[in-house]
Nanobody, 125 residues
Framework: EVRLTESGGGSVQAGGSLRLSCAAS?????RAWFRQAPEKGREGLAF????????TYADSVKGRFTISQDNAKNTLYLQMNSLKPEDTAMYYC?????????????????????WGQGTQVTVSS
């Protein structure tokens, strides 16, 4: 069992930045960040492959958010810039035990086996 622990959420004004962190207790394959706003489904935002560090982004955050990882610390990050009120949500990190096959696979929440407890991000206008 791998435990994922997120930190770094908070409140910020529109245009501001936050950096989320997700520390993992064990080895995993692909990792990702998702978010869920009230009364909305879970949205995949950013994805990174453990093997090559290849990254993929949802159109809603491309150019504003950056996913990265520090393998020495076994920690995943999400740098969020130019935040908008519509970015307000609970943010979750996720990790998989397989590499999966194809972009469609790694973008799906069902590819991921482990989830963090979530960290709240609130962006005010």
């Amino acid at each position: 069992e791998v435990r994922l622990t997120e930190s770094g959420g908070g409140s910020v004004q529109a245009g501001g930045s936050l950096r989320l962190s997700c520390a993992a207790s064990g080895n995993t394959k692909n990792r990702a960040w998702f978010r869920q706003a009230p009364e909305k489904g879970r949205e995949g935002l950013a994805f990174i492959g453990q093997l090559r560090g290849t990254t993929t982004y949802a159109d809603s955050v491309k150019g504003r958010f950056t996913i990265s990882q520090d393998n020495a610390k076994n920690t995943l990050y999400l740098q969020m810039n130019s935040l908008k009120p519509e970015d307000t949500a609970m943010y979750y990190c996720a990790a998989s035990i397989t590499y999966g096959s194809g972009d469609y696979c790694i973008r799906s929440q069902y590819h991921y086996n482990y989830w963090g407890q979530g960290t709240q991000v609130t962006v005010s206008s």
